[in-house]
């Protein structure tokens, strides 16, 4: 059913147009359960490569292959029906060419039913965002702190703190350029997250980057408590969530070992 899904749902250029007015909501889903809960809540729901991490135990988005992208973002696909579906391009789909961009970018449209692929960088990637926009594949930045690039970097942090912050400007305005709906921009000073979205006219998605983003972006697991390798900054806010899945496992464990549970009338099986 992917490929002949009905466009029915919130299309690139309504998110485009969506610019200075009611705040973008966008999560990530990777199943179609978690699918069905972001789609009923948000405007975007992005098939992040940080399903690597959140769902495989990478260490790194790095190690996300095509093949990954396309089975979770088929699974998505199944529980959406009124949010915008992004499916992020993997580390080496992309940077190589164009060519390749384009070659990778219609796999995960063909395959997957969804609307638009997003990519990182700005200025060395400009050409490519536009090679693939000419040839109608609506296309998501992402800039600031780009984790495909977390070994060039030293680490996951922040980006664009003083004389950085030009950089950062520039390749918020080369994906602009290039013709992308939207841009995320990762793990910025919130000076810098405000800056680049009055620079611009389509809409910021922040993640990190301070509240005057046109939009927020967060890991559904990290909001739910179900991603416990680290806890971004940005997330702590929902900590209490967190907290409350860890209660939820022990009593389950307690009612386990104190054999109060199931309880009859929970049972599977025939009433006798
Ligand atoms: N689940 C989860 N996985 C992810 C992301 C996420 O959003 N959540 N986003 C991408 C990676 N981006 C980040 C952004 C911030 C942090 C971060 O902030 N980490 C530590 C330490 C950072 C550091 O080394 O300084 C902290 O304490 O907050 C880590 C990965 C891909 N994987
Ligand atoms: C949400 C975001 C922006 C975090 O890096 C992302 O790109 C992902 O989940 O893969």
Not at 16 to 34: E, H, I, S, W
Not at 228 to 234: C, E, G, Q, R
């Amino acid at each position: 059913m992917s490929a002949s899904t009905p466009i029915r749902t919130l299309t690139p250029q309504a998110v485009k147009a969506q610019k200075g007015g009611a705040p973008l909501v966008c999560l990530t889903a990777y199943t179609t359960p978690v699918a069905r809960l972001a789609d009923a809540a948000c405007d975007i729901v992005l098939v992040g490569d940080s399903v690597g991490m959140v769902l495989h135990g990478l260490p790194s988005t790095l190690g996300v292959s095509m093949e990954m992208m396309i089975l979770h973002g088929q699974a998505v696909m199944r529980g959406i029906t009124r949010a915008l579906c992004v499916v992020d391009m993997p580390f080496g789909s992309y940077e190589e060419s164009p060519a390749q961009a384009f070659r990778n970018a219609s796999r995960l449209l063909a395959q997957t039913g969804a609307s638009a692929v997003k990519l990182e960088g700005g200025v060395h990637m400009k050409e490519t965002i536009a090679f693939l926009v000419a040839r109608g594949i609506p296309v998501m930045g992402h800039v600031g702190l780009t984790p495909q690039a977390v070994h060039a970097l030293g680490g996951y942090k922040v980006q664009g703190r003083d004389e950085d912050a030009q950089r950062v400007m520039d390749d918020a305005r080369a994906v602009q350029e290039a013709g992308a709906f939207a841009v995320v921009l990762e793990k910025l000073p919130r000076i810098l997250g405000e800056s680049i979205t009055q620079a611009l006219t389509i809409p910021t998605i922040g993640i990190g980057a301070g509240p005057e983003c046109d939009g927020q972006i967060l890991v559904i697991d990290d909001m739910l408590g179900l991603f416990a390798d680290f806890k971004p900054k940005f997330v702590k806010r929902y900590a209490h969530l967190a907290e409350q899945a860890e209660q939820a496992l022990a009593a389950y464990a307690q009612d386990v070992r104190a054999r109060a549970f199931p309880g009859p009338e929970h049972s599977f099986g025939e009433r006798s």
